[in-house]
């Protein structure tokens, strides 16, 4: 195998998203199917009714649906073509239910697992901290923000409160990558992929704000009255589904490519 210098990698964020839109046709068009059967499941509660066990049934079958799309974007955005998505094991317009899609599923669950232990020690230790410090309980239910404490021990917490909630951010920015490296690795790939993105936090940070715009479109057309009803439901689930993904997933496949430093000669798929 040979290996990139794993300290001198840094993410250039003009290249990756440079590389984000270029893909971005390829992403449609091989992903089509999925995208599509997504979708469409994620609409389907407004055409009939979904409760009890039918609504069991499809949230398991969105569930599904969103995995393959996420696999076959996934291929597509590490690969230069269709044809070398196909050797990693992509299906006729990205339908494809194989293992590494099962791969993906144990990923995301190890980092979900080692984010909510994170997340609850901190939530621990910031109730600790904050209940030492003795603050008024009736001052903070009146809102006056004056008599709740002294000054320092609010800056104290606040920037304690603020760690909080950067030490998560961080740790999800250092494990995006693992679904692009889970294809490209073909195995499965959930903490390591820290490693991956080891030194690009910020590039890696701009480039999912930057990649989220498409979020932002739905509450402005809620905002202006463009959209209303069954028609935010249409809107949001077509730009999530059809454009917010694939920004994102080819992002992320971009931003692997750039950073990858471990290159087996052989795998197994």
């Known amino acids: 195998m040979s290996h990139k210098d794993v300290g001198g990698r840094r993410l250039n964020l003009r ?40 609504g069991w049934a499809w949230a398991l079958a969105v569930g599904a649906s969103t995995l ?59 109730l600790a901290i904050f209940g030492m ?28 409160g603020l760690g909080a909630v950067a030490i998560p951010l961080l740790l999800i920015v250092r494990l ?5 490296a889970t294809l490209g690795r073909r195995q499965m790939v959930s903490l390591n992929s820290m490693g991956i993105a080891y030194g690009s936090f910020w590039p890696l940070l701009a480039g999912l704000i930057v990649t989220a715009v498409p979020n932002l479109v739905l509450p402005m057309l809620i905002g202006t ?15 999530l589904i059809g454009l917010q993904l694939p920004l994102t997933i080819g992002f992320l496949g971009a931003a692997y490519r750039q950073l990858e430093y471990w290159f087996p000669e052989e795998t197994k798929r």
């Open 15 to 54: 290249v990756a998203l440079g590389r984000t839109l270029r893909v971005l046709p390829l992403l449609w068009r091989g992903a089509a199917g999925a995208l599509i059967l997504c979708g469409s499941l994620w609409l389907l509660p407004l055409i009939v009714t979904v409760e009890g066990w039918t």
């Open 68 to 126: 393959v799309a996420i696999g076959a974007l996934a291929r597509l955005s590490v690969s230069d073509d269709v044809a070398e998505a196909r050797a990693l094991g992509l299906g006729p317009m990205g339908l494809q239910a194989k293992l590494p899609e099962a791969r993906l599923l144990g990923a995301a669950l190890l980092c979900l697992l080692f984010l909510a232990m994170i997340v609850s020690i901190l939530a621990l230790v910031v």
């Open 133 to 160: 410090a003795e603050l008024n309980v009736e001052a903070i239910q009146a809102r006056n923000w004056a008599a709740v404490g002294e000054p320092w021990k609010l800056a104290i917490l606040a920037v304690i």
């Open 176 to 180: 995006s990558l693992f679904a692009p």
């Open 225 to 239: 009255g463009v959209a209303a009803g069954q028609a935010v439901s249409v809107v949001w689930a077509l730009g």
